[in-house]
């Protein structure tokens, strides 16, 4: 629902491992009632852009939104949205499974294992926006057969991978924080057209995420990361992004440091907007 251009994090979230890149396909969408009910309906390759289906069968997907208190004046209930959507196709031999990766990019913490055959993804999220602070949640599960891929064409376990992020973000310099778009400061880092200048917007932010992948028969393991820093907003086009990072793995052998289960991370962005 939001671009790269807003996110509130350097990186998404490690759970967005369990879903394909942008895919070419075919899709719908609508709102009722200004936004009460939102629905989004299609189907793609659902393997990314550049790869090329490896069957004749579709990824389809549907997504539903509800935002009931949308039209309310209550300020604790106006900003409550919650959804889910639910995806499923079908994968040829030799294609591969999700795979580990932190938001660090630092460690595979689960080599992709081969699929064959059915899968579906389920998503579960809400949005609750308070005036200058945002929390948003999310679980994601993907479940990727492996048929006919064992001794004599014998169905193998599935990879079964489950994730669930929660973030929240709080601007210290009181603007509205917008649902999906950038945040405007009140006052410029640089004077705008009215004269007006101050130190642009502020932000404060923390997200907690956990990821699991299995395969039910070789190898498990898991992952969960804590990130937390500030965002500066110098301007509508110019921001600075600053995360710092805990990394833990339960298996210290697929760690990015071998033997030991802690990584420390920082990561940090410039971005700016034509």
Same mark, same amino acid.
């Given at each position: ?15 967005? !491992? ?6 070419? +396909?075919?899709?719908?969408? /609508?709102? #009722?009632? =200004? %936004? ?31 935002n009931p208190w949308k039209h ?72 990727? !057969? ?6 004599? +064409?014998?169905?193998?376990? /599935?990879? #079964?991978? =489950? %994730? ?50 299995a395969d039910a028969s070789t ?56």
């Amino acid at each position: 629902m939001r671009s790269d251009n807003n996110q509130d994090f350097v990186e998404r979230s490690m759970v967005n !491992n369990l879903v394909p890149s942008r895919s070419p +396909g075919v899709g719908a969408l /609508g709102s #009722v009632n =200004k %936004g009460v009910f939102e629905y989004q309906v299609g189907a793609w390759n659902g393997k990314g852009l550049l790869a090329a289906n490896s069957t004749g069968t579709p990824e389809t997907a549907l997504r539903l939104r509800f935002n009931p208190w949308k039209h309310s004046e209550n300020f604790w209930a106006k900003g409550f949205l919650f959804g889910g959507a639910f995806t499923q196709g079908r994968s040829g031999p030799g294609t591969l499974s999700v795979r580990g990766l932190t938001e660090s990019r630092s460690s595979i913490f689960f080599v992709p294992d081969t699929t064959s055959g059915k899968y579906i993804r389920a998503n579960g999220e809400f949005t609750w926006m308070l005036g200058p602070a945002a929390i948003r949640a999310e679980y994601d599960q993907t479940n990727q !057969n492996r048929d006919n891929l064992g001794p004599n +064409g014998t169905n193998l376990p /599935g990879v #079964v991978a =489950k %994730g669930y992020m929660a973030q929240m973000t709080y601007l210290l310099t009181r603007e509205q924080k917008p649902e999906t778009t950038t945040v405007t400061p009140k006052s410029n880092l640089f004077a705008d057209s009215n004269g007006k200048q101050g130190l642009g917007a502020w932000e404060l932010k923390i997200r907690y995420a956990n990821m699991q992948i299995a395969d039910a028969s070789t190898k498990s393991n898991r992952a969960g990361t804590l990130y937390f820093g500030t965002n500066w907003y110098m301007n509508r086009y110019v921001r600075y992004l600053l995360d710092l990072g805990f990394e833990r793995f339960k298996d210290p052998v697929r760690s990015p440091q071998p033997g030991d289960k802690n990584f420390f991370v920082i990561l940090s962005r410039v971005q700016v907007a034509f």
